[in-house]
């Protein structure tokens, strides 16, 4: 099993309150990554992170923001949860060696906003 | 456009017995090609990778096949357990960019009955 952590596991929240999601991975992978997923979707990318000080905007647009300022931490942050927002987010690491990269899931946090 | 396109999108199979799920892509330039298997309310796990080169792959009881020439990919399931219970999801890589971006297919959603 990855050694990739996220908290919380679940949180219900009302509208228009501001929150974080923490993901940590303790396997040194510099590239980190945020998905979000809806029940029988596909997984979208919404931000990943090459390494240290380093953030890209994914292909999905999202209203949330990340921070890389250390190597093991990748946190998410709704600064005004809507119930759009609502969904299950996974983030993800990988070394970035070779052709075959594969990345390492967390378990992700269902966010539900009220 | 870049797709991935899985089948079926649900299957339910007796213990014991074998299947195999499908997924057809369209994504061009091809890197590589992953399935991952997803329980409910995890984050997908590797199950296996096979690049332009390989043609079939092998985990335990899990078979993976890649036809690059006709763009299709099989997972084949062999002597289904109840723990195989989970989405299970056809991952293709193009290597358009460093990132090497990841197309994701909706999964199927595999349930094993006693």
């Known amino acids: 099993e990855a050694d990739i952590y996220q908290t919380p596991r679940y949180l219900v929240i009302g509208t228009g309150k501001k929150i974080t999601l923490e993901c940590s991975q303790t396997?040194?992978?510099?590239?980190m990554y945020w998905y979000q997923q809806d029940p029988g979707m596909e997984l979208h990318l919404i931000h990943y992170?090459?390494?240290?000080?380093?953030?890209e905007k994914g292909d999905l647009s999202s209203e949330s923001t990340v921070s890389r300022i250390r190597t093991e931490h990748f946190p998410l942050t709704l600064e005004s949860a809507r119930p759009s927002h609502t969904s299950q987010y996974l983030c993800?690491?990988?070394?970035?060696?070779?052709?075959?990269?594969?990345?390492?899931f967390g378990p992700g946090t269902r966010l539900t906003v009220l | 456009k870049n797709q991935v396109e899985q089948s079926p999108q649900s299957l339910i199979i007796l213990e014991g017995k074998n299947c195999t799920l499908q997924?057809?892509?369209?994504?061009?330039?091809?890197?590589?090609l992953r399935w991952y298997k997803q329980d409910t309310g995890r984050g997908p796990v590797s199950l296996t990778i096979?690049?332009?080169?390989?043609n079939t792959k092998s985990n335990g009881r899990y078979t993976a096949t890649l036809d690059a020439d006709t763009k299709q990919s099989s997972l084949h399931i062999t002597a289904s357990q109840l723990s195989d219970s989970a989405s299970y999801i056809c991952?293709?890589?193009?290597?358009?960019?460093?990132?090497?971006?990841?197309?994701f297919g909706r999964g199927t959603q595999l349930t094993v009955w006693p």
């Open positions: 993800a690491s990988s070394d970035g060696v070779g052709q075959v990269d594969t990345q390492y």
């Open positions: 396997m040194g992978h510099d590239k």
């Open positions: 992170s090459y390494g240290v000080n380093s953030t």
């Open positions: 997924c057809n892509y369209t994504v061009s330039p091809f890197s590589n």
């Open positions: 096979m690049t332009f080169s390989e």
């Open positions: 991952v293709v890589s193009d290597r358009g960019s460093t990132l090497g971006r990841l197309y």
